[in-house]
């Protein structure tokens, strides 16, 4: 299963860089076939994933849900704050977004933590502080063995999970997940290669213009 959610995000990766000269970024993950009459004629519409509701309490306890997304494009990924390995250069990459797209209403961050047992709110918000990170457009969120997990494999296409063989004993990917205001995932990078974060924020900036244009 682990290999699996490896393999296929590797895909998502392959197919969002092999798209960069398009005018949009492509839409990621599972898709399924739709019927539909119209005027006599069957018409096949493609329906694709989308990130499921959600609730979790982030750094300052306050209890954050998918509806604190709505009209907004957001990055995704999974960490733990005592983490050793890639943690640190995930989040010191993840600070360059944040700083770009600082007070940008259209745009938010949201980490999960992965360690159920000792990341609650007040751990989150000290790590926070420590990052330099003020206000909400950065969530660092807690919740439920089973609703970080889940959403993490099921939605994200995020392999994180508990492993007593671990040091640690706690494994996760290292992967910005890009989500648009329909909960679509359109992009996937790795949180610990400068030159992805990279593409990542260009692919933020064509993404919003994407959004604005459908607004008009």
């Known amino acids: 299963m682990k290999k699996l959610l490896y393999i296929a995000l590797s895909i998502l990766v392959i197919q969002s860089c092999t798209n960069q000269s398009d005018t949009k970024l492509p839409i990621l993950g599972n898709r399924e076939p739709v019927e539909r009459t119209v005027d006599g004629k069957t018409i096949v519409d493609t329906i694709y994933q989308t990130i499921s509701p959600f609730s979790y309490f982030n750094q300052d306890s306050i209890l954050v849900t998918d509806k604190d997304f709505d009209g907004k494009i957001y990055v995704a990924d999974f960490f733990f704050t005592s983490c050793n390995t890639i943690c640190p250069i995930m989040h010191r990459n993840m600070l360059d977004v944040y700083k770009k797209f600082k007070d940008n209403p259209k745009v938010k961050l949201l980490s999960h933590s992965i360690d159920i047992k000792y990341d609650l709110p007040s751990r989150l918000k000290t790590y926070a502080t ?68 990279k593409q990542l924020m260009e692919d933020m900036d064509k993404l919003l213009r994407e959004e604005a244009a459908n607004e008009k």
Do not use: C, M
Request: proline share 1%; no cysteine; aromatic share 12%.
């Open 130 to 197: 420590k990052l330099g990170v003020e206000g909400n457009q950065w969530e660092f969120v807690h919740g439920s063995r089973d609703s970080i997990f889940n959403i993490a494999a099921k939605n994200y296409l995020v392999s994180a999970f508990e492993d007593s063989s671990d040091p640690q004993g706690l494994v996760h990917q290292g992967w910005f997940i890009l989500v648009d205001t329909k909960k679509q995932l359109r992009g996937a990078y790795d949180g610990t290669k400068a030159d992805q974060v």
